[in-house]
Every structure is written in C-alpha cells, then in structure tokens.
C-alpha cells in the first residue's frame, strides 16, 4: 500500500501540540515529523486528533426504535448506528447492550440477544465502519441477568461488564419525584400505575440484586473483562466498588461518591451530553464541577453521539487547557481502561492509524473526517 501524507495539520501528540506531518502506511502510523511537507493532504492548520474511543453508548436502541412504538429492522438499525459513530468520529465503541431494565415490558427484557448478535456478525464480515466491542449493561434486579451474561462470558468482542441498579429511591433515581418524571415520560406510565410499579422494583431489588451482583462480580474476575460500577451516590456504594475491584465508575451522582472513586483510583467516567447541556437531566452532579475539580478520566457520549468531540472543546475552552490535554478523556484514558492503549488511543509510531481532523470554527467544532487504520471511513 502506498504511503498516505497528511501534512500541515495540528498533531495532538501526547504531551504536546506540533504543526507537522503524519505518515501512514498499511493501517499504522510510520512517522510523525515537524514541518509541512509539499506533499500529501493539506490541513491547512486544522487539528488532527486520536480516533475517539466511546465506552457506553445507547444510540443503537435509539436507531432500533427511532419513535416510540416503531422497531426498525436490526440489521439496518445497526448500520445507521455504525455510520452515526464514523460521522462523530468515534473509531472505537464498546456498544452498551442493556441485559434487563427497571421497567416492565422494555425491550431491554427481551432484545439483547438479537442486538448482541447483529454486533458480533457485523464485525465479523466488514459490515461496519469502525471496530465495534461489547459491553454489557447488567440490571441487577432483573432474575436472569446472571444467566445472560454468562452465555457471552466467552465472546471475544466482550470488553466491559457494568453493575447497574435503577432502583427508584437510589443512585441516579435518589429524587423518587425524577424517577417518575423520567419513566412516566418514557414508558408511558400513568400516574395512578406509579405506585405501584415503585413498590415493585424495590420488591424484585431486594430479591435478585445482592446474589447477581457477587455472581457477576465473580464472572468478570474469573474472564479477566474490565468491571464498572453505575450511578454511585454515596460512600458506602464506592465502598462496594472497590470491594468488587472495579476498574470504571460510571456516572457518579455526587461530588462525594465522585471525589471517593476518583481518590480510589478508579477511572471516573462521565457524559458528554451533561457538559454540552450543562448539567444532568437527572437532576445529579455536573459534569463539568468535577471536571473542574479534576475529577474526571473518561467522557462518554452516552445517548448523543456527536457530543463526545464538542465535549473536549468545552471543556478546553473552559480550562484553558490545549486540547492535546483535554483529548485523554476521548482517547488514550478508556483505551487503558479496557486495556487497548497498547495499539490505539493516541498518535504515536507503530499505532493504529486511528485518527481525526477538525475544523474549529469556535462555535461547535466540525470533524472533517475519520480515519481507521488508515481508511477514510468518514
């Protein structure tokens, strides 16, 4: 394969920003050199950035089921959602595949066999853009969550294993009042079913989530696949983290449970639509206030997935820090923490050619294309 020039672009190396040139050969990048070269695709002075690296998305359910009540075919579903990543310049994804759900009747219940079957297949014949892994979103509370998981335990795309529990009266779901706003409006819920449907999440919480927990906990160690923990509030949930020896806490609700994880060495993750937003639908923490404490080492785009890249202006613009900096949330930090640091997640010789270019015009920035391992995919 010929070599491919990129030249004239703004490299975000990892400890420095250089106007320079890239070269890459047969998916993997041969040399970084200063200076521009008469040769080769001119950036013109535009950034040039790792491909963005997104541990827990939810944007295939939402390609699955654009309005409420319609369920479009999974197979095209799955390549819209691969598209949708290449165009927001994520080149690497850990697909978040729900295995049960707080609500009765959700395809969260049913449809994770279909949807972790269209991934494995897509991957395995070129059908998608960009690399496509697993992760699995574990409801605590749902009976046969245990039983699921292990099924896949063996599945090579397998990279990240998530504790959840949307018990109303906890975690993200602290503020019962939130709670209902949110599953009223999603799950069409009626006020009068309300009730009824809390007592019964609290009931199947106290019946299957203690037991799942140690048995996943159990299953994550046992496969050698990275542990997260989901919503931690408090002390005593950070407490539990550790004790499990998780490696990723997602989504903090507190300053407390955050500050808690961060100092545990745990890698903090937070959403990027909370920053572009600026703060929580759920009426938790801000983002960006943990940001600032530098308490934060991943951002996900969780349900939107062009924030992930605006997510690191913003915060760069509200730092003062250069994006070569403020990029590690999007990049190398979740390559290391589902340990693929070691041929991706930041622009060095021998690497993947995994990479980004971007136009900041300084209202939103504008990726212009990405690249996997060497191809122009968007």
């Not at 008469?38 to 089921?65: A, F, V, W």
């Not at 290449?86 to 009765?104: Q, Y």
Request: proline share 4%; with cysteine; net charge negative.
């Amino acid at each position: 394969m010929m070599e491919q020039i990129y030249t004239n672009y703004r490299l975000q190396l990892p400890n420095e920003e250089v106007l320079g040139t890239l070269i890459v050969k047969n998916g993997i990048i041969r040399d970084i050199q200063p200076g521009i070269s008469s040769q080769g695709h001119n950036g013109r002075g535009d950034y040039l950035m790792p491909g963005l690296i997104e541990l827990h998305t939810d944007n295939l359910e939402k390609c699955m089921s654009p309005r409420p009540g319609i369920k479009w075919p999974l197979e095209a579903a799955a390549v819209y959602h691969d598209r949708d990543l290449a165009s927001a310049g994520v080149t690497t994804v850990c697909d978040a595949i729900a295995i049960g759900d707080a609500a009765a009747g959700s395809p969260r219940l049913t449809e994770f066999s279909p949807m972790i079957d269209v991934i494995c297949q897509g991957q395995a014949t070129g059908r998608f853009a960009v690399e496509h892994l697993l992760h699995l979103r574990c409801e605590l509370s749902f009976d046969k969550v245990y039983e699921v998981t292990e099924r896949y335990a063996d599945n090579p795309l397998l990279s990240l294993i998530s504790l959840m529990d949307h018990t109303p009266g906890q975690r993200q779901f602290v503020r019962i009042d939130k709670f209902k706003e949110y599953y009223m409006g999603k799950h069409g819920i009626t006020s009068a079913q309300m009730e009824e449907f809390i007592e019964f999440r609290q009931q199947e919480q106290k019946k299957y989530a203690s037991k799942n927990r140690r048995a996943l906990v159990a299953l994550s160690h046992a496969k050698g696949i990275t542990l997260a923990t989901h919503d931690d509030a408090t002390i005593e949930h950070v407490q539990e983290a550790i004790e499990n020896k998780a490696l990723i806490a997602e989504f903090p609700t507190t300053l407390e449970a955050a500050k808690a994880s961060h100092d545990a060495g745990l890698q903090v993750l937070m959403g990027a639509p909370n920053l572009v937003l600026g703060g929580s639908h759920s009426g938790n923490i801000s983002a960006m206030e943990l940001i600032l404490q530098d308490l934060v080492d991943v951002i996900s785009s969780d349900y939107v997935p062009q924030s992930l890249l605006q997510s690191i202006f913003i915060i760069a613009n509200k730092t003062g820090k250069p994006i070569y900096q403020t990029m590690g949330l999007v990049n190398s930090n979740p390559a290391k923490a589902i340990n693929l640091f070691h041929d991706r997640g930041s622009l060095e010789i021998g690497k993947r050619a995994d990479f980004i270019t971007v136009h900041d015009d300084g209202i939103v920035p504008r990726l212009t294309s990405t690249v996997c391992q060497g191809k122009r995919v968007a």
